[in-house]
């Protein structure tokens, strides 16, 4: 029997985590932490319905913690199999859980240092010891290789653009007679976006595994290059700061590199740029080593070492550096993690920056429902830090035009290359709206079967 289920990812975005089981094999694809609503992230506190011990293998689609953030959790439960992926994101990995495991640390320190906890004593959900442990498991594979794992799976990386490393998984899974190939299409990115290349098309499988993040969007038309140039050039005349949360992989060096090319075309000023994040800093350097896997023309900036290092950036990498950018006056730009102000040190900056009017606050991804950055978008006026509430009066702007994932335009283009149906195509890794609109259109307009499972089900392919 060949099963394949749904352990996150499943009517929400973040958690993705699919299961195939054949035989005595046990493989997953992705291992994501739940982001967001409370009710989602205190679903990462659940055990499993599986056995961790059991998995031999995890294949990854690339580093966002939606889709790596649960592998120290997963190790802490006996998980002690290999993580597959590629080369970039295998670098990344370390880097990443580090940081999410700091982040646990800090808030179950701080919930015990102000009692404001129902659980004596609160504890994180990994520590900095299971994140390097299980980082140890990581091992890097080639894309376009097909990589034999059992003689019941074997599996092959293709680049799908979205941020450095990020790849789709063909999956062929054997049971005796009855052979089934998998395509997880992973976070499929855009057409023409900076930096980042163009999704590779699919390859015809027999089922299909489609991400839904906005399967009812399109994204404006709006030029990014545009919109940022003039968030510029009002903070030099209110000699403001111009605060952008961005994650720290892929967002941050794409914003760089507009902000550099902005420079290099004369259209924005070269203003002190404050890049804040330690982990934000170590990817850029991988970008900067990776550099012709993305749209990296370092003779078209300048010619420096790499293109995300010249001009007047900074990269902030303890948090004594963190802390003298307070006390700095604009006009300047401060870009800091976590992209949706959940946590990081983006919140200190949001903190010392949004009781002012000469403030931007520009957001610059997807803001997943009950977080801060939502909240802003919403425009909320009033925000809760550590229970207490505070008064927004920067000016909130959502710059479009630079999300990472394909809008449902994109998504369609990107099926255009499957000439025939998959037999289903699952929809993941989408809130119940998207997913729902997702299916509808290709079910009207390709033909195709399409299911939206829920957490937890389970098909017999
Ligand atoms: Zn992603
Ligand atoms: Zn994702």
Redesign the pocket.
């Known amino acids: 029997m060949i099963a394949l289920s749904f352990h996150g990812a499943a009517q929400t ?2 958690g ?1 985590k699919y299961l195939v089981r054949v035989a005595d094999d046990s493989l997953l694809i992705d291992c ?1 932490l739940f982001q967001g609503l409370k009710e989602l992230r205190l679903r990462n506190w659940d055990s499993p319905p599986f056995d961790a011990h059991k998995v031999q293998w995890i294949v990854l689609t690339h580093c ?1 913690i ?2 790596i953030g649960y592998l120290p959790r997963l190790y802490r439960r006996g998980f002690r199999g290999e993580i597959l992926c590629s080369e970039p994101t295998a670098r990344m990995i370390e880097i990443l859980l580090l940081d999410a495991a700091h982040i646990q640390e800090e808030d179950a320190f701080y919930l015990n240092k102000e009692g404001k906890t129902r659980h004596k004593p609160a504890l994180p959900l990994f520590t900095q010891d299971d994140a390097r442990a299980v980082s140890r498991l990581v091992k890097p594979v080639p894309f376009a290789e097909t990589i034999p794992l059992s003689p019941h799976l074997s599996f092959c990386l293709r680049p799908v653009g979205h941020i450095l490393g990020a790849c789709s998984v063909q999956l062929t899974v054997r049971d005796g007679k009855n052979a089934r190939t998998i395509y997880f299409g992973g ?1 499929i990115g855009r057409y023409n976006a900076p930096l980042v290349p163009d999704p590779g098309s699919p390859l015809a499988s027999d089922y299909l595994v489609l ?1 839904s993040t906005y399967g009812n969007r399109l994204h404006e038309a709006t030029d990014p290059y545009e919109t940022i140039a003039g968030l510029v050039h009002r903070i030099v005349e209110s000699k403001g700061v111009l605060l952008i949360p961005a994650f720290a992989v892929g967002r941050t060096q794409q914003l760089v590199l507009i902000l550099r090319e902005l420079e290099e075309q004369g259209r924005i000023p070269r203003l002190p740029i404050h890049v804040d994040s330690p982990m934000a800093a170590n990817v850029t350097d991988i970008y900067c080593d990776f550099e012709k896997w993305h749209r990296l023309d370092l003779s078209r900036l300048g010619g420096a070492d790499c293109a995300l290092h010249a001009g007047n950036i900074t990269y902030h990498r303890t948090r004594e550096e963190s802390m003298t950018i307070n006390k700095l006056d604009g006009p300047r730009i401060i870009i800091s993690s976590g992209g949706m102000l959940t946590g990081g040190r983006v919140l200190h900056h949001l903190m010392q920056r949004m009781a002012f009017q000469k403030n931007i606050i520009a957001l610059v991804g997807f803001q997943a429902v009950g977080t801060r950055g939502r909240d802003l978008l919403d425009g909320k006026k009033l925000l809760r830090f550590h229970g207490e509430m505070h008064t927004v009066r920067a000016d909130v702007v959502d710059v479009g035009g630079l999300s990472g994932h394909a809008d449902y335009t994109e998504l369609m283009r990107w099926l255009g290359a499957l000439e025939k149906p998959p037999q289903t195509t699952f929809i993941t ?1 989408g809130e119940p709206g998207p997913a729902a609109a997702m299916a509808a259109r290709i079910q009207s307009e390709r033909g195709f079967k399409a299911v939206i499972p829920n957490l937890g089900d389970e098909f017999e392919l």
């Open positions: 975005v973040t993705s994501g966002h939606d889709h976070d991400e890794h």
